[in-house]
């Protein structure tokens, strides 16, 4: 009766030292999946930051070079954005 005790500790002992692997090797699944993505994230805002400026960059030396063309083009936006807006509202009162 003793001697099965004793088989049956090992057998658990055993499945203990299993499971323990199974959630060492998950663990490590998992922290290196984070670090992955945190890699990830990290360059794609770097990347995000660097097109903005190159964006206002670009703004810039647009602005400079063709003034009024700019103001025009704002003015034109503004008033198209407008006219949608009075549309819609226009729209939703009827």
């Known amino acids: ?8 500790s090992e057998e ?5 030292a299993q499971m323990v ?3 060492r090797d998950f663990s490590d699944k998992i922290k290196e999946g984070l670090d992955t993505a945190t890699h990830e ?29 700019v103001v025009a083009a704002t003015a034109c936006g503004a008033f198209a954005v407008g006219m949608l807006a009075g ?8």
């Open 41 to 69: 994230i990290r360059r794609g805002v770097r990347r995000t930051r660097e097109a903005a400026a190159d964006a206002m960059e670009d703004a810039r030396h647009g602005i400079k070079k063709r003034p009024l063309t």
């Open 87 to 94: 549309w819609l509202v226009r729209a939703r009162r009827d």
């Open 12 to 16: 658990n002992m055993n499945g203990v």
């Open 21 to 23: 692997e199974r959630a």
């Open 1 to 8: 009766m003793k001697l099965d005790n004793v088989a049956h």
